[in-house]
């Protein structure tokens, strides 16, 4: 029988960062790109990604976690018109190119990376990984997705998805090659790099993984020499019961973005449920929840802040990726119809969550208000206020729903993010919430305290050569 876990988290604790961020124009506020503050459109030049990183190092963020899609939402009218007329989500650049350069102007800024297990084979990729771990002195985290966008399955020449299930077994096959070829391939000390015998690697420590799966044959050595984490800090995002058995396998870190605390804390607690089931204990898993923080030097200015953002808020984009969040096509309703003629179980209960989140449940809602309000920070909840309201409503969320962190979405780029660093982050820092400065190491031990490799509870470390 599963253990139970506890009802509340550990005593109070330090509240976790990372921005929320993706190699796009339009990520989670679609029209905002408009903005005369935002900078999105430079989301293809280096500088952006380097200021930015500068940034969140001095806010003491723990990290820039970069999602990630390939293919266009094309849900919301059976056609990728509207998102590429909003920039929803496209186009959209490789997330991996950028993070050599941010490594190159920060010192502790951790990375997480969103890549899929469906289209490419985990021996190149084994190999990015291993890359990147090396360059950012171990630093990096991947975030493992298994897609959900058909028309990404189509373009790499399938029909379709795998079915939802098959998706998860077979990403379970892709991370045991992972492990093997980072964890089970070279000993700690196979590089020797003796000048005088000439021998730079010794032949004998390293090791065939001989893999010979139902998806994957991979039958020799890794390629790359071991790197700090060897394995990068593993993230992962799924909220359905196969999901959550993955996350309490593989997961290090999960990221979750329910719209209202309730919701939040039956996510937490299903997701340490799950990673107990696992055989680990539930808080070895840090959790991140969405969130979008509007704030200024005073309330009054933090709300005519979020009431200046709203006036750019593109409708048709937002429902371009809640068509795709979602799977129903919501270009077959009209902006201005209510949704309570709208007949849709998916629609109506997203509606009452967005209700619930935004305080305004008497109200009779339209489509165009559902798109306004995911218009401003996509489907997670939005805080509005200045320093301490922010501070205070974040560890509030923590203390309600037993997260460890946020995944904070921008509204505007890098403003938000400046903002949360100049407001938001000292008054956390006077309530003991929030880190004064950073711990050493990589990013596996800056999370967890506990050392740069895989823990020996995790299903990773049985793949692990003994360390000497």
């Known amino acids: 029988m599963s253990p139970n876990i506890p009802t509340t988290g550990p005593a109070q604790r330090e509240i976790l960062f990372n921005a929320f961020d993706m190699n796009c124009v339009v990520h989670q506020s679609p029209g ?39 293919g266009p939402y094309d849900v919301f009218g059976d056609s ?22 941010m490594a190159a102007v920060t010192e502790h800024l951790g990375f997480g990376l969103t890549a899929g297990t469906a289209y490419e084979h985990p021996y190149p990729f084994s190999r990015r990984l291993g890359t990147l771990d090396h360059l950012t002195g171990g630093r990096v985290g991947w975030n493992v997705v298994t897609g959900y966008l058909p028309s990404a399955a189509q373009n790499m020449g399938q029909e379709d998805q795998l079915e939802h299930d098959a998706r998860y077994d077979h990403a379970d096959e892709y991370l045991d090659v992972v492990y093997k070829l980072l964890e089970g391939s070279w000993e700690d000390d196979a590089v020797v790099a003796d000048k005088e015998s000439g021998v730079f690697t010794d032949p004998a420590k390293v090791h065939r993984i001989d893999h010979h799966g139902e998806h994957f044959k991979t039958p020799g050595i890794g390629v790359v020499e071991p790197s700090p984490q060897r394995t990068p800090v593993i993230y992962q995002a799924g909220a359905s019961t196969r999901g959550r058995a993955f996350a309490g396998k593989h997961a290090e870190a999960v990221f979750i973005n329910p719209p209202t605390k ?16 696992a055989g680990r204990d539930p808080y070895s898993v840090r959790i991140f929840a969405m969130q979008t923080v509007v ?37 077959q309703f009209e902006l201005d ?42 489907f997670g909840p939005v805080i509005v206020g200045d ?14 729903t037993d997260v460890d962190g946020f995944n904070l979405a921008y509204h505007i780029t890098p403003g938000t993010f400046e903002d949360i660093v100049d ?46």
């Open 32 to 70: 905002l790109w408009r903005h005369p503050e935002d900078r999105a459109r430079e989301y293809n030049t280096i500088s952006y990604w380097t200021d930015l990183a500068q940034t969140l190092e001095r806010g003491l963020f723990d990290g820039l976690f970069i999602a990630d899609v390939l």
């Open 80 to 101: 990728p018109e509207a998102a590429l007329r909003s920039g929803a989500q496209i186009p959209v650049q490789d997330p991996f190119l950028l993070v050599a350069a």
């Open 262 to 277: 309730e919701l939040a804390a039956e996510s937490v607690r299903r997701i340490r449920q799950a990673t107990a089931d």
């Open 295 to 331: 704030t200024g030097p005073s309330d009054e200015a933090a709300q005519a802040k979020y009431d200046d953002l709203a006036q750019y808020v593109d409708p048709e984009g937002s429902l371009v990726l809640m068509s795709g969040w979602m799977g129903i096509d919501l270009s």
């Open 337 to 378: 119809e209510p949704i309570g003629d709208v007949e849709s179980n998916a629609i109506q209960s997203t509606v009452e969550t967005f209700k619930k989140a935004s305080g305004r449940e008497d109200e009779v809602w339209t489509v165009r208000q559902l798109a306004e309000w995911v218009g401003v920070g996509g």
């Open 387 to 400: 320093g301490p309201s922010a501070a205070a409503q974040l560890a509030e969320w923590q203390d309600e």
């Open 423 to 468: 407001y938001v982050v000292p008054e956390l820092q006077k309530l003991g919430r929030y880190k004064t400065e950073y711990t050493s190491g990589t990013l596996r031990h800056k999370l967890f305290g506990a050392g740069d490799h895989l823990p020996a509870e995790h299903h990773g470390a049985q793949f692990q050569l003994r360390r000497r």
